[in-house]
C-alpha cells in the first residue's frame, strides 16, 4: 500500500490536564513521525478510500469483548481486538469464539508492557509468547500488532518486523479511556472521521460506555457510506502469518 496518505491523529477529551493533553500531542507527531519513516512497517491508517477499520485494545475479557464482538457481527461489521497475551491465557474461549465470528485476533503484548523499555532479549521473548498463546488458541499466528501505549521506537518496529510483524497504530483516537461517555466516544468518531480511518478503542472490563457507544457508531458511519472492514483489507496485508521469522 503507497502510504504517502498518512493522517495526523485525532480525537479531544473534555476532562484531560493540560500537561496530559500536551503530552498527547506530542506522541501523535512523533506517531506520525514514524510511519513517515518506515513506511511498509508502521502503518496510522489505510488509503484514502470510505473504508475504516474498528480496532480493539487491552481485551479479553468475560463481558464487555463479548458485547463489542456480538454488535459487531450484528451490524455485519469486522472488529480487529489486540488482545494481552495474560489475559487470553486466562480468556481464551472469549478469544476463540472472537476469532470464530470472523473478526480478526492480533497481540497487544503479553502484559500490557512498555516494550520501549525492555531489553533485546526480553523483547523478543515478549512477542513470542503472545504469538505462541494466540497460535494455540486460534491456530493462527498474527502478522500485525499494536503496542500498548502506542509507545514504539526503531528497536520494537525493527524486532516486531524480524518476528513477522507489522505495527498498526491509529489515526482517530475516541478517547474512551480519558473521557468514558458514551455521546462523546461517538461523537469523536462523528466529528473526526476520515477515509482510511483506523479507529482506536478499547474492550476492557471498565469499557461499558465503548460497548453502548458501538451500536449508534456504526450506524453513523454506515448512513454515511463508509465501509467498516478488518486491517486486512483495509491496509492491503496478510492478517496472519506462517510463523517464519524475517532476517
Request: glycine share 6%; with cysteine.
Amino acid at each position: 500500500m503507497n502510504q504517502s496518505y498518512i493522517l495526523h491523529i485525532e480525537g479531544t477529551s473534555e476532562t484531560m490536564s493540560d500537561a496530559a493533553r500536551e503530552k498527547l500531542i506530542g506522541w501523535r507527531e512523533r506517531a506520525v513521525e514514524l510511519a513517515r519513516r518506515h513506511e511498509r512497517l508502521v502503518y496510522l491508517n489505510g488509503p484514502d478510500e470510505r473504508r475504516v477499520a474498528l480496532t480493539f485494545d487491552d481485551g479479553p475479557d468475560e463481558r464487555i469483548t463479548p458485547m463489542i464482538a456480538e454488535t459487531l457481527s450484528r451490524y455485519g461489521a469486522k472488529g480487529n481486538f489486540f488482545f494481552v497475551g495474560s489475559k487470553m491465557e486466562q480468556y481464551p474461549e472469549v478469544v476463540k469464539a472472537v476469532d470464530e465470528a470472523g473478526h480478526l485476533v492480533f497481540g497487544h503484548s503479553y502484559n500490557h508492557d512498555r516494550l520501549t523499555t525492555l531489553a533485546m532479549p526480553d523483547l523478543e521473548l515478549n512477542f513470542r509468547q503472545t504469538q505462541t498463546i494466540i497460535r494455540k488458541i486460534i491456530g493462527k499466528e498474527p502478522a500485525m500488532f499494536r503496542p500498548p501505549f502506542g509507545d514504539a521506537n526503531e528497536n520494537v518496529i525493527r524486532t516486531a518486523y524480524k518476528e513477522g510483524l507489522t505495527t498498526v497504530l491509529w489515526s482517530l483516537d475516541t478517547l474512551d479511556w480519558s473521557q468514558k461517555e458514551e455521546e462523546h466516544i461517538r461523537w469523536n468518531v462523528a466529528t473526526y472521521v476520515r477515509n482510511g480511518e483506523i479507529i482506536l478503542m478499547h474492550s476492557s472490563p471498565g469499557c461499558i460506555e465503548t460497548a453502548n457507544a458501538l451500536p449508534r457508531m456504526i450506524e453513523d458511519l454506515q448512513s454515511k457510506q463508509i465501509r467498516i472492514v478488518d486491517l486486512a483489507e483495509l491496509l492491503q496485508l496478510p492478517a496472519y502469518t506462517t510463523g517464519e521469522r524475517r532476517s
